[in-house]
């Protein structure tokens, strides 16, 4: 599944963070701890070391309400062993963990700190991964548009933050194209993507796939199945999943569409239980398996050139 959403003030995001960047002491980045990878912006690795000014980078493991803990717990190792990085798992409205971001931040910036000056912190991550409510637990007031749906903040704002620190806050930005396929069914699945430009059928059919093979009981257990059970297709626990929920239109058929959402959003709540959508090795995979794709692209492409060449000698 291709997904391509791009907008106008996402490009602006990207050009006035490159322009305030040096001003700024560290970067702080928000993920979702349900997929840590896929919600880290490959554009954001890019400008943390933009024109070789290498800033250290607080990942913030948000949502890990909604995650799988072990899981959280293997990410933020593998996250610590890359330079200049510290991963902090937390919860965007528990005030005792946002704390702890305070702290982190002033600790990379010791400079500042001797100097009695405020850390100088920009705050980024893609849309929907909760970096609002994460500012406004931060100030203790309403002060970032919060909402459901991403690509809610639209401009930079300057926040002065108790304990010495001053937040650069970024709109939500995604890349303009996500290479990873399975990053962007796992995107879709998590809402970082509107659902105007989803197929709920699609990424419905992602999950189960995933869930069978990952949180097989877990699966069978919340929607009543029988464990013995074997399906040979996916549309076949898709369907017995509906009848269980009692998705039938006429004629006792299941109603692909609805279960499918339900499915989805039962993940998004949590309703399912405490889920990661990827692990470190499964990335590892799926990368080297995105770079033969693209070199076959590029050897491609390159043919292509040599043959319009030859054509016009």
Request: proline content about 5%; charged content about 30%.
């Amino acid at each position: 599944m291709a997904i391509q959403w791009y907008p106008g003030h996402m490009h602006k995001a990207q050009k006035e963070i490159k322009q305030a960047l040096p001003k700024v002491d560290l970067i702080i980045e928000v993920l979702d701890a349900r997929i840590p990878f896929s919600s880290a912006n490959p554009v954001i690795a890019d400008l943390s070391d933009f024109k070789g000014l290498s800033k250290p980078v607080i990942k913030l493991l948000n949502k890990t309400d909604l995650a799988d803990p072990n899981l959280t717990d293997i990410w933020r190792s593998h996250f610590e062993k890359q330079q200049d990085v510290q991963a902090l798992p937390i919860m965007g409205q528990d005030v005792a963990s946002l704390k702890q971001i305070i702290e982190l931040a002033k600790k990379l910036a010791p400079g500042r700190v001797a100097k009695e000056a405020p850390v100088r912190a920009m705050i980024m991550g893609i849309p929907n991964v909760g970096k609002s409510t994460i500012i406004n637990g931060l100030t203790g007031r309403k002060i970032a548009k919060v909402g459901n749906e991403p690509a809610v903040t639209k401009a930079q704002q300057r926040i002065d933050l108790d304990g010495g620190v001053t937040l650069f806050d970024t709109p939500g930005i995604l890349w303009p194209k996500i290479e990873n396929e399975h990053s962007s069914y796992r995107l879709a699945i998590s809402g970082a993507i509107k659902d105007t430009v989803l197929d709920y059928d699609e990424i419905a059919f992602y999950l189960v796939d995933y869930l069978e093979m990952q949180y097989p009981e877990l699966l069978r257990n919340h929607y009543g199945l029988d464990e013995e059970e074997h399906f040979s297709q996916t549309v076949d626990l898709i369907e017995a999943i509906g009848r269980k929920r009692g998705c039938l239109v006429s004629g006792g058929r299941v109603d692909l569409d609805k279960v499918c959402k339900i499915m989805v959003n039962d993940f998004r709540s949590a309703t399912l239980g405490q889920l990661t959508l990827e692990t470190p090795e499964m990335v590892a995979r799926e990368l080297v398996e995105v770079e033969r794709i693209m070199r076959e692209k590029e050897e491609k492409k390159a043919g292509r050139k040599e043959k319009k060449k030859g054509k016009r000698r």
